[in-house]
C-alpha cells in the first residue's frame, strides 16, 4: 500500500493554496478525501486548516528576527531545519492512507532551480514514507500568453521537473481573468502548443540578436515535451476534475487504493 502526495509548486500568487483547497472541496463532494501539508512558512490561513503545517516546527517571522536574516535566506534556512527534523514530518503525516496530501510549496523559484531542499524531502517521502508522488506546477493563464513569457515560464517549470524528478502536470492557474475572446483564442495556442512557432513570434518582439538564443531555448522546450498545459478553472468542478484524474493517473491512483473488505461491501450494499 503507498499513499499518494502531490507537490503543488509554482511561483509566488500563481494560485498554488486555492488550487489545493479547490481541490479538497471538489474530493469532498465525490466522496474522497485530501489534506494539506502547508510547508511554507510564511503561509496565510487557508480556507481548509493545514493537517501538516511547517510552522509548528519553525516560524519564517522567528528566524529572520533572531538570525537577521531576509526573507529568502531565512525560507532556505527552514528548509534546511525541516530536513534536519524529518522525523518531525514522518510524526505529523502519520498514517494517511487512500487519502491524498497536498504538499502546498512556498514560490520561492530558488527552491526549485538550485537547491537540493526539495528533491531530499521528496526522495524522503517516496522512500521512507512509501508514498506515490507527483508534481503540480501551476503558471497563471493571464502571464504565459505572451510568447517570451511562455519561455520563462517554461523554463521554470522544466527547471522543477528536472530537480524532482517526478511526474509532471503543468495547469495554466486563473483562466477566469482571461475573458475576452480574443485573450480565449490566444489561450488556445498556449496550452498545447507548438515553441517553434512561438518563437517566430517571439522573435518579432525582440532584439535580432537574440532570434538564434530564442530558437535554442524553443528547441529545448520542444525536446523535453515541455508543451503541454492543463487549463484550471478554480471555480468550475468540471476542470478541477480534469486535472484531479490527471493526478490519479500519473499516481496510479486506483491501483494503489486500498481494496475494500468484503465487511465493508456488505455494509454499502445494506444501506
Ligand atoms: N481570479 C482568480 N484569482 C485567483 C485564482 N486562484 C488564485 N487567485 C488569487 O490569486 C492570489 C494568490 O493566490 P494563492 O492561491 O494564495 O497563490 P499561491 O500560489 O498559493 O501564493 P503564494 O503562497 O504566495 O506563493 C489570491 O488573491 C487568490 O485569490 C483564480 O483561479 N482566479
Not at 17 to 35: D, K, L, P, V, Y
Not at 37 to 59: C, G, H, M, Q
Request: glycine letters at 4%.
Amino acid at each position: 500500500m503507498s499513499r499518494v502526495g502531490v507537490m503543488v509548486l509554482g511561483p509566488a500568487g500563481a494560485g498554488k493554496s486555492t488550487f489545493c483547497n479547490e481541490i479538497i472541496s471538489h474530493m469532498q463532494t465525490i466522496g474522497r478525501r485530501a489534506h494539506i501539508v502547508n510547508l511554507d512558512p510564511a503561509a496565510e490561513p487557508s480556507k481548509y486548516e493545514f493537517t501538516v503545517d511547517i510552522r509548528d516546527l519553525i516560524s519564517l517571522d522567528d528566524v529572520m528576527e533572531e538570525l537577521d536574516l531576509g526573507p529568502n535566506g531565512a525560507l532556505i534556512y527552514c528548509f534546511e531545519y525541516l530536513l534536519k527534523n524529518l522525523d518531525w514530518l514522518d510524526e505529523e503525516i502519520g498514517d494517511y492512507n487512500d487519502e491524498y496530501l497536498l504538499f502546498d510549496c512556498p514560490g520561492q523559484i530558488e527552491l526549485y532551480t538550485h537547491i537540493p531542499v526539495l528533491p531530499n524531502i521528496v526522495q524522503h517521502l517516496q522512500i521512507s514514507l512509501n508514498f506515490s508522488l507527483c508534481a503540480t506546477y501551476l503558471l497563471e493563464a493571464p502571464f504565459i500568453v505572451d510568447s517570451s513569457k511562455f519561455f520563462s515560464g517554461s523554463l521554470s517549470a522544466m527547471s522543477a521537473m528536472i530537480l524532482l524528478e517526478l511526474p509532471h502536470i503543468n495547469v495554466l492557474s486563473k483562466l477566469d481573468l482571461i475573458k475576452d475572446e480574443y485573450g480565449r483564442k490566444k489561450l488556445k495556442r498556449f496550452l498545447n502548443p507548438d515553441p517553434l512557432i512561438l518563437a517566430d513570434e517571439a522573435n518579432q518582439e525582440t532584439n535580432p540578436r537574440f532570434h538564434h538564443l530564442n530558437q535554442c531555448i524553443a528547441q529545448l522546450v520542444d525536446d523535453f515535451g515541455m508543451v503541454q498545459f492543463l487549463p484550471l478553472e478554480a471555480k468550475n468542478p468540471d476542470s478541477v476534475n480534469t486535472i484531479l484524474s490527471y493526478i490519479d493517473d500519473v499516481t496510479q491512483w486506483a491501483e494503489n487504493a486500498e481494496p475494500k473488505e468484503p465487511n465493508d461491501q456488505i455494509e454499502i450494499d445494506e444501506m
